[in-house]
Each structure stands twice: as C-alpha cells, then as structure tokens.
C-alpha cells in the first residue's frame, strides 16, 4: 500500500499578470510554486489574526470607555 498524503492537493487560476509575476519570483529565489502559495497563505492567515486581535481590543476599549462613562469615571 502507497504512503498516505499528509499534504492536500489544490488548483487555484491567476490572472496572466499575477501569473508572470509569480513565475518570476519563483525563479528568483529558487523556491516551487507550492512554497510561495504556502507562504503567501501563511502570511495572511497571521496578518488575518493579528487584524481580528486589534478589532476584539478596539471594541473591548470601546466598551471599557462606555462603561466607564455610565459609572461616571472619566
């Protein structure tokens, strides 16, 4: 029996720009189209949580200030 994948397959398009831009990049840093999409999700994903992390204090600060304003604290 074959060893099982740990790793999911994925087809995804982009535009002929993005594409060419890309293939570059790839060439560049001697990386394969894998590394750099695995990459470029990282990223986001982190950019992603660090983005909702700022929305949860800003909203959190902001219902710290009203409650402190209904308890007459400046």
């Known amino acids: 029996m074959p060893p099982r994948r ?3 397959t994925i087809t995804f398009s982009l535009p002929p720009e993005m594409y060419e831009e890309v293939q570059r990049v790839k060439d ?3 990386r394969d189209m894998s590394e ?3 990459e470029a999700l ?4 982190e950019d992603r949580e660090l983005r909702r992390q700022l929305r949860l204090e800003r909203l959190s ?3 710290t200030g009203a409650s402190d304003e209904e308890q ?3």
């Open 72 to 74: 007459g604290e400046p």
């Open 36 to 38: 750099l999409v695995r």
């Open 28 to 30: 560049e840093e001697s």
């Open 42 to 45: 990282r990223l986001y994903m």
């Open 6 to 8: 740990i790793s999911r």
């Open 61 to 63: 600060s902001r219902l």
